[in-house]
């Protein structure tokens, strides 16, 4: 028999406002505990929440890119449990009335497009944190994060498999940080994962019982938790048994997941419209000015990327994951860099550098006009392809332009055919045999030769004018 799986996400991206959901207190990570907390977000009675414009515009926003409807009438509801790390003992949330609905996301699935339908997303505050360490007789909360603004994006179970499921939330990553709403960050918990995973016989239509797999918390682990969960399932099944419908937890370090709680029902939570928030009708004309606002989105950027400039699907795909990525990709075209050389460097000996230094590209050493300025030289025949890379180099670690690291180093290439002719005579002159060898047929000498030559011009020969040289010495 066999199984096909089903998974449905909710994820949780903390939006990148700088002030909390419900009141003005700071959302920055990492500050000395309940220091950015007030009355609101400590829930004191006989306080009252006031809506944060820009959260609200973040979560339609992402609605748009998502292709969601924005709902004309969206209201708060409160969402009741207890936990210390939620002092109001309810979360403010949105249930029956999310600010969007029905939209979708794109993924590539073995070369197709495929389309993941978003159910919905909501806003909500984020709870507080209980913090266990110390002697182990008590633990703390810290309610910084009370009220960080969150929004849900709820999947339909349209997922497949665990690779759709990742390939799913590194596109989701992609547009939020493309948006500016949140900064896409797993290991900081700004992107959280719960996921929804059911299997069934393959080829019949109604969906298995599901589990929910909660803390799932960076990216290499979405894969993992999901691939360890379809074949947790299938074993059950295959033993005869029954998947139960229940909350699982995620163990990184054991690799497994393990049973935490029956799953609780939305009637558990008592949900009720939250009487404290007005309800919210967003006005088209700022709807349309949002919509406006959105910037071009990957999947659009990466089809242009292909067609403007003629770049494989790969490059376009790798050169448009973040944004300033395509941005200083695309200046150096402007500033006179042709299109594939440029995402070839980019792609190599750049992310290479970068890298190896765990620096990002809002933080390149290297301006777009060096590459390009580079690439001049090259085409020029100023300097070969193999001394640019010293060239590159230089530059990354400098800040020089390549006109004056080329000058300075004197690496500029030599194409004068005397100086050429010599050094070609002697290499032959100094391998006889590997010089008759050539000339029985082992074509593939040509490149001990060329190797040769170059060593002893320190690689600054026209590569051109030696093979060329070469090959008439030698014939
Ligand atoms: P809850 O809020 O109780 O977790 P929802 O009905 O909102 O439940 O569904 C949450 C997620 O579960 C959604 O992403 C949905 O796509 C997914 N889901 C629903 N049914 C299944 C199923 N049988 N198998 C896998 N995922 C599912
Ligand atoms: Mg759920
Ligand atoms: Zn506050």
């Not at 609200?56 to 207890?82: D, Q």
């Not at 918390?217 to 029954?242: C, D, M, P, T, W």
Request: glycine residues 8%.
């Amino acid at each position: 028999m066999t199984y096909e799986s089903v998974i449905g996400l909710e994820v949780h991206a903390q939006m990148s406002t700088d002030t909390k959901i419900f009141c003005g207190c700071s959302t920055k990570f990492g500050a000395e505990p309940n220091s950015q907390t007030c009355e609101i977000c400590i829930g004191m009675p006989g306080v009252l929440p006031v809506l944060n414009r820009k959260a609200l515009e973040f979560a339609i926003r992402t609605g748009l890119a998502m292709h969601c409807s924005i709902s004309p009438y969206s209201r708060f509801a409160r969402k009741n449990y207890f936990y210390p790390d939620l002092p109001k003992g309810y979360q403010i949330s949105q249930f029956e009335h999310p600010i969007c609905e029905g939209g979708f996301v794109e993924i590539m699935v073995e070369g197709e497009t495929k389309r993941i339908g978003i159910t919905r997303i909501h806003m909500e505050e984020d709870a507080g944190k209980n913090i266990h360490e110390g002697n182990g007789s008590y633990s703390f909360v810290d309610l910084n994060r009370a009220g960080v603004p969150l929004m849900e994006i709820v999947s339909e179970p349209d997922i497949r498999s665990a690779k759709e499921a990742s390939e799913y939330m590194k596109k989701l990553r992609t547009i939020l940080r493309y948006l500016g709403v949140c900064d896409g960050n797993m290991e900081q918990g700004s992107l959280r994962c719960d996921a929804n995973i059911s299997i069934r016989p393959a080829g019949q239509k109604e969906y298995g019982t599901r589990a929910e797999v909660k803390n799932i918390n960076s990216f290499r682990f979405v894969e993992k938790a999901l691939e360890y969960e379809i074949k947790r399932q299938i074993r059950v099944v295959e033993e005869g048994g029954k998947v139960i419908q229940e909350t699982r937890l995620w163990d990184s370090a054991k690799g497994i997941t393990e049973s935490m709680r029956s799953k609780e029902e939305a009637h558990d939570y008592r949900y009720f419209p939250e009487p404290d928030l007005v309800p919210i009708a967003a006005e088209q004309r700022w709807i349309d000015e949002i919509r406006a606002s959105l910037p071009e989105l990957p999947d659009v950027k990466r089809e242009r990327f292909m067609s403007e400039y003629g770049l494989p699907e790969y490059d376009a795909d790798l050169l448009t994951t973040e944004k300033p990525v395509a941005e200083w990709f695309e200046e150096s075209i402007k500033a006179g860099g042709q299109p594939k050389a440029v995402a070839n460097w980019m792609m190599g000996d750049l992310m290479r550098l970068l890298n190896e230094e765990n620096r990002e590209f809002t933080d390149c050493p290297l301006k777009p006009f060096h590459l390009a300025d580079m690439l001049k030289l090259i085409d020029e025949g100023t300097i070969s392809g193999k001394i640019a890379k010293t060239v590159f180099e230089e530059m990354y670690r400098t800040g020089k332009n390549a006109e004056d690291i080329v000058r300075d180093k004197g690496l500029v290439q030599i194409s004068d055919e005397s100086a050429i002719e010599k050094i070609v005579d002697e290499a032959i002159a100094k391998h006889q045999k590997e010089a008759e060898r050539f000339r029985a047929g082992e074509e593939k000498l040509i490149g001990f030769f060329v190797g040769q030559a170059m060593k002893a011009m320190k690689g600054k020969a026209n590569p051109q004018v030696l093979n060329e040289l070469l090959r008439k010495k030698l014939s």
